[in-house]
């Protein structure tokens, strides 16, 4: 089977890809690699079998959990600063690893050489990318850590109560643990 790069996102934000396309040309030099990509357009990168795959809610899950790693490339500008988060949780609470931009709140989401890798420079890509696909069990090991972060601090368990309570701060209520 050949070693999968995913990514999730939107047409919109798919321009981001452009930003590590030359990184992962180089890293799929005498690999066996494919992209896929949910919820966009076909993105060429030179060489290399892209399959593009329509998002749904009923095969989110799935499409993420046949990645090898999920990526999350970001511009270091004011509105990639602003964002998230979400794609790497998506990709974390599947226990895929990650390889993302240290842009904004990345930089608290991945533990860097723990759940994934962050990478700023075509050579920290290409570098994250070769250790994930070398290490079988580095990755599942990454993956496990992940899963662990958003059962810890993302989940619905942990994230409703404290929206509650920032509700009734906002709202001039007492808080209340339910």
């Given at each position: 089977k050949p070693f999968t790069?995913?990514?999730?996102?939107?047409?919109?934000?798919?321009?981001?890809?452009?930003?590590?396309?030359?990184?992962?040309?180089?890293?799929?030099?005498?690999?066996?690699?494919?992209?896929?990509?949910?919820?966009?357009?076909?993105?060429?990168?030179?060489?290399?079998?892209?399959?593009?795959?329509?998002?749904?809610?009923?095969?989110?899950?799935?499409?993420?959990?046949?990645?090898?790693?999920?990526?999350?490339?970001l511009p270091d500008d004011p509105w990639s600063q602003g964002k998230c988060g979400y794609k790497l949780v998506q990709y974390m609470a599947c226990a895929v690893p990650v390889v993302a931009s240290p842009v904004g709140v990345n930089k608290d989401i991945v533990r860097n050489g723990w759940n994934g890798f962050l990478a700023e420079r075509k050579e920290d890509w290409v570098q994250a990318l070769k250790i994930l696909y070398e290490n079988a069990s580095q990755r599942e090991e990454m993956g496990k850590a992940g899963r662990a972060l958003v059962e810890e601090k993302f989940c619905l368990q942990v994230a409703a109560p404290r929206l509650l309570s920032l509700l009734r701060s906002a709202a001039g209520r007492p808080s209340h643990t339910y």
């Open positions: 790069i995913g990514w999730i996102g939107s047409p919109t934000t798919a321009a981001y890809l452009d930003l590590v396309a030359p990184a992962v040309e180089e890293f799929a030099r005498d690999r066996k690699v494919r992209i896929v990509l949910v919820g966009t357009r076909k993105v060429p990168i030179s060489g290399l079998p892209v399959e593009t795959r329509e998002w749904s809610e009923e095969t989110e899950v799935k499409d993420i959990k046949d990645f090898d790693v999920g990526i999350m490339p």
